[in-house]
Nanobody
Framework: QVRLEESGGGLVQAGNSLRLSCKFS????????MGWFRQAPGKEREFVAS????????DHADSVKGRFAVSRDNAKDILFLQMNSLEPDDTALYYC?????????????????WGQGTQVTISS
């Protein structure tokens, strides 16, 4: 069974950086499109970024484009989210998600597997 475990969250000041990691287990990592989502208190879960199975294609939400970068290491079964120039509005619980198949998707309902999330808090 697929299992996802996020790490790397924390409390940092605005302008700083964090790198989130998501460890995948239970199947062949390279068979899954992966995504990052976030949910702030009182708001719906929103798409952050996604990456194709071999890492050749990525998609980023407009709100993070140019500041965040998704990547993956298929040899180590790990998904990453490099977050730079962090802003208070980036404060949220960040989740990684896995979807078996090829295409990139922004709809969270397209992803069948989810981690428990890692908290990111940005102070002004």
């Amino acid at each position: 069974q697929v299992r996802l475990e996020e790490s790397g969250g924390g409390l940092v000041q605005a302008g700083n950086s964090l790198r989130l990691s998501c460890k995948f287990s239970g199947d062949i990592f390279g068979s899954y499109t992966m995504g990052w989502f976030r949910q702030a208190p009182g708001k719906e879960r929103e798409f952050v970024a996604s990456i194709s199975r071999n890492g050749a294609y990525t998609d980023h939400a407009d709100s993070v484009k140019g500041r965040f970068a998704v990547s993956r290491d298929n040899a180590k079964d790990i998904l990453f989210l490099q977050m730079n120039s962090l802003e208070p509005d980036d404060t949220a619980l960040y989740y990684c998600a896995a979807k078996f198949g090829v295409d990139l998707y922004r709809d969270p309902d397209s992803y069948g597997y989810w981690g428990q999330g890692t908290q990111v808090t940005i102070s002004s």
